[in-house]
């Protein structure tokens, strides 16, 4: 328990049913979570009396996200998962292997060459990308996602 969980009050207060629940998942990313599935061999993320309660905290642990880990973790279990929906702009498609080409060009560059040019190769990175359409890849997706988001 000490070794996944933490500290109680400190990493963890168990609720009404007994469940770890995280108190600030943010500290404990810094304070403990990087070490913990090493540490904690034998038990795979904890031992929890039912699958709900592994659920419950472990979605806890992502509170942005708590909806999406319970009903991923849910779905696996049945063995559907549904992704959120994707959106690859007409261009985008077009136009892929043209900024792969690029991308393999100046990545290399960008990694190898002298620290005091590494701003300019960046900079004609971006204006090769330009040359080749990525503004329009840009203003699709930003349609669409506007579209489906709202701006």
């Known amino acids: 328990m000490l070794l996944y969980h933490g500290f109680e009050d400190e990493n963890y207060k168990l609720d009404d049913e007994g469940i770890p629940i995280v108190i600030d998942a943010a500290y404990n990313a ?8 090493d540490m904690f061999l034998v038990g795979n993320q904890g031992y929890f009396a039912t699958v709900d309660d592994f659920n419950k905290c472990t979605a806890a ?9 319970v009903a ?3 779905n696996s279990l049945a063995g ?6 994707t959106f690859t702009s007409e261009k985008q498609t077009e136009l892929t292997d043209d900024f792969l080409l690029l991308r393999s060009k100046y990545q290399v560059q960008c990694i190898t060459c002298a620290p005091d040019q590494m701003d300019a ?5 971006l204006e090769e ?3 080749a359409g990525i503004e329009d890849v840009i203003a699709e997706r930003t349609a669409h996602f ?6």
Do not use: F, M
């Open 61 to 69: 642990e992502n509170p942005i996200y708590y909806d999406d880990v």
């Open 80 to 85: 559907q998962i549904i992704h959120k929906p």
């Open 30 to 37: 810094t304070d403990k979570d990087w070490i913990r599935t």
């Open 129 to 131: 990308a330009k040359k």
């Open 72 to 74: 991923n973790y849910e």
């Open 121 to 125: 190769i960046y900079d004609e990175w």
């Open 146 to 151: 506007d579209e489906v988001y709202g701006s």
